[in-house]
């Protein structure tokens, strides 16, 4: 079995038992593996109406297979479960190396059910499966959690080859905004995804092995790679912008496009970059760049910073964090930004969740509907100590921060204000300002995951015009685009292969690669069909949830109110224009839901 073990890892934390299964060779053709196979594992083991934090729910680790191969950037290994947070089906993309170390591992997936007792880590390290006791690792952030079990380790080399993934002071609490994070400092992103992990007392999970993986064909795969490369390293996005700042290079394009929110999505005007973008970011940081397995790009920025009241080691701030924990919040000040940051890493906090319910409190604070004392916290925009001491509360639960740690949706709804909440689907939303960039609004409305860009790269149009330059203004195209976009990452995340290089190389690019890879003889369309299938997957498991066409909309603010300030000033989004055309060419009826044919044509 080419690039894949074919094998499944079944733990139930119940029981304290493990079970190795063969996956059938139907579902991988059908699913591909990564994101996928979780997904249609998920679907048919998982009933629709569980509650995420019950010990029914299930938790799903699953690299694709060209994860581990060497092929570019193979290295995304896909959580999938039911998000505490949205209810929707959610399925988190973990970069770095624990999924290629999966693969070593001898596994493509691992299936956690059940709940254990009392607190546990799961290792799985060198063909010894054991579910470990972990009391003395609950209550720790994921950095001490890492660095720990790894002291604890007789074996200092297989150590520094062992990668976890866990859970932090948020999770364990079931905090709905926690994530999970891996190499104790890459954030996962998928905000309600660490209160699953935490509910079944999962504290941690790690791997290390030494299998092998096969190629297809190997020559072949190794021109086809090193063309690839090549063809990277001369992009001007990802040869050089990626390498020095990592996603934070948007900062500037997106300020001077009008599309990137500040105080809550109130305001989108133009000031300087100067503080907030690439420049702040170099003087701030002493950025060390650093790669996922087998990627050339090596986006990923760590740094450290050291002042009187906060020490650590971390990612610098990406543009997502940027926007949430900054802009959106209206602090202006980097060193802050970067703070929250790693305190949410640490905490195992999702930056974009977080950071958008602390903008959605400070806007209740601003228009004088909730104040200190029903809040028992400051939430002044631009206040960088009322952001992190906010941060730190939600993650452990003190005081009145239980309410804010339910979500911004929740929190604005307490207040009979959930209009000022700036989500879908109860997930707030990363910082595009959808009237500013039509494509990616319709996206943000019709995502099966809420509104994160992940789950569609059309900003590598709208915004870099990488291979067509589309003005992100108009709605023209905008739903062929979301679409292509939507399948492509859900082809691209099964295959276990990151979305950036898109930015570098078109889609059929790295079709010679995956071919090579897998011994397959597929098209690029081939591909994006089955991306397409595993879209309606995803979709028919979200309306057995309780989820249809009238989840699939923006908040009011981007109906109705223009923008106003910054080069977009005037725009609001055209998003219920383009929605028909967006239901119709996906084959869905006018009520948003896939029609038989449909299904027929896709095999589901
Ligand atoms: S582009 Fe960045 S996130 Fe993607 S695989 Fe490479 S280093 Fe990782």
């Known amino acids: 079995?080419?690039?894949?073990?074919?094998?499944?890892?079944?733990?139930?934390?119940?029981?304290?038992?493990?079970?190795?299964?063969?996956?059938?060779?139907?579902?991988?053709?059908?699913?591909?593996?990564?994101?996928?196979?979780?997904?249609?594992?998920?679907?048919?083991?998982?009933?629709?109406?569980?509650?995420?934090?019950?010990?029914?729910?299930?938790?799903?680790?699953?690299?694709?297979?060209?994860?581990?191969?060497?092929?570019?950037?193979?290295?995304?290994?896909?959580?999938?479960?039911?998000?505490?947070?949205?209810?929707?089906?959610?399925?988190?993309?973990?970069?770095?190396?624990?999924?290629?170390?999966?693969?070593?591992?001898?596994?493509?997936?691992?299936?956690?059910?059940?709940?254990?007792?009392?607190?546990?880590?799961?290792s799985i390290l060198d063909d010894k499966i054991n579910i470990r006791p972990a009391l003395e690792y609950w209550g720790r952030s994921t950095s001490e959690t890492e660095v720990m079990y790894k002291e604890n380790l007789d074996d200092k080399w297989a150590a520094r080859e062992t990668h976890l993934v866990s859970v932090g002071p948020a999770g364990e609490r079931l905090v709905p905004l926690a994530n999970v994070i891996n190499d104790g400092f890459l954030s996962v992103g998928g905000a309600g995804i660490g209160a699953v992990m935490g509910s079944k007392n999962l504290k941690a999970i790690a791997v290390k092995g030494n299998h092998s993986l096969l190629i297809a064909d190997g020559d072949r795969f190794v021109r086809v790679v090193t063309n690839l490369i090549n063809k990277l390293n001369s992009a001007p996005f990802t040869s050089h912008s990626m390498s020095a700042w990592g996603s934070a290079f948007f900062i500037d394009l997106c300020y001077q496009k009008g599309m990137l929110p500040q105080k809550n999505f109130q305001s989108a005007a133009f000031v300087d970059s100067k503080d907030i973008g690439t420049e702040a970011l170099s003087n701030t940081f002493a950025l060390r760049s650093s790669g996922c397995f087998a990627c050339p790009i090596a986006c990923i920025k760590k740094t450290a910073v050291n002042y009187p009241f906060f020490k650590g080691k971390g990612m610098a701030p990406t543009y997502w964090a940027i926007g949430a924990l900054g802009l959106n919040c209206a602090v202006r000040d980097m060193a802050t930004i970067g703070i929250a940051?790693?305190?949410?890493?640490?905490?195992?906090?999702?930056?974009?969740?977080?950071?958008?319910?602390?903008?959605?409190?400070?806007?209740?604070?601003?228009?004088e509907i909730a104040d200190r004392d029903s809040l028992k916290l400051e939430f002044r925009f631009g206040q960088g100590e009322d952001l992190l001491q906010a941060l730190t509360l939600m993650a452990t639960k003190k005081g009145h921060a239980k309410r804010i740690g339910k979500g911004g949706q929740a929190l604005a709804e307490e207040y009979g204000q959930s209009k000022r909440f700036m989500g879908v689907k109860g997930l707030s939303m990363a910082a595009f300002d959808p009237r500013a960039i039509q494509g990616m609004g319709l996206h943000f409305a019709t995502s099966n995951y809420g509104p994160h860009h992940l789950y569609a790269y059309t900003f590598i149009e709208e915004v870099l015009g990488v291979h067509e330059e589309l003005d992100p203004l108009t709605t023209e195209g905008k739903p062929e685009l979301v679409k292509r976009y939507q399948d492509m990452a859900a082809i691209m995340d099964s295959l276990g292969l990151c979305n950036w290089p898109l930015m570098g190389l078109k889609f059929n690019n790295l079709v010679p690669m995956i071919n090579s890879c897998l011994g397959t003889e597929y098209r690029a369309d081939d591909l994006l069909r089955i991306g397409e299938r595993i879209w309606n997957q995803e979709r028919l498991y979200n309306m057995k949830a309780g989820f249809d066409h009238t989840h699939d909309t923006l908040p009011e603010r981007f109906l109705k109110e223009p923008i106003p300030d910054g080069p977009a000033q005037g725009q609001i989004s055209k998003v219920d224009e383009m929605l028909p055309r967006y239901y119709d060419i996906r084959g869905w009826s006018e009520k948003g839901e896939p029609r038989a044919e449909t299904l027929e044509a896709l095999e589901l």
Not at 47 to 76: M, R
Not at 341 to 367: F, N, Q, R, S, W
């Open 341 to 367: 940051h790693m305190i949410c890493a640490e905490m195992g906090l999702d930056p974009i969740a977080a950071g958008g319910t602390v903008a959605t409190a400070m806007e209740l604070v601003e228009k």
């Open 1 to 122: 079995m080419y690039g894949r073990t074919g094998r499944c890892l079944r733990v139930n934390l119940t029981k304290g038992k493990h079970l190795v299964e063969e996956i059938a060779p139907e579902l991988l053709d059908k699913f591909i593996g990564g994101r996928g196979l979780g997904v249609k594992v998920y679907s048919d083991e998982v009933d629709p109406q569980t509650d995420p934090l019950g010990s029914e729910n299930k938790l799903i680790f699953v690299s694709g297979p060209l994860v581990g191969t060497g092929a570019i950037s193979g290295a995304s290994c896909n959580v999938v479960t039911k998000s505490a947070l949205s209810g929707t089906i959610a399925c988190a993309k973990m970069r770095g190396h624990f999924g290629a170390e999966l693969k070593f591992a001898g596994f493509d997936m691992i299936v956690v059910e059940g709940r254990a007792e009392s607190p546990v880590i799961l």
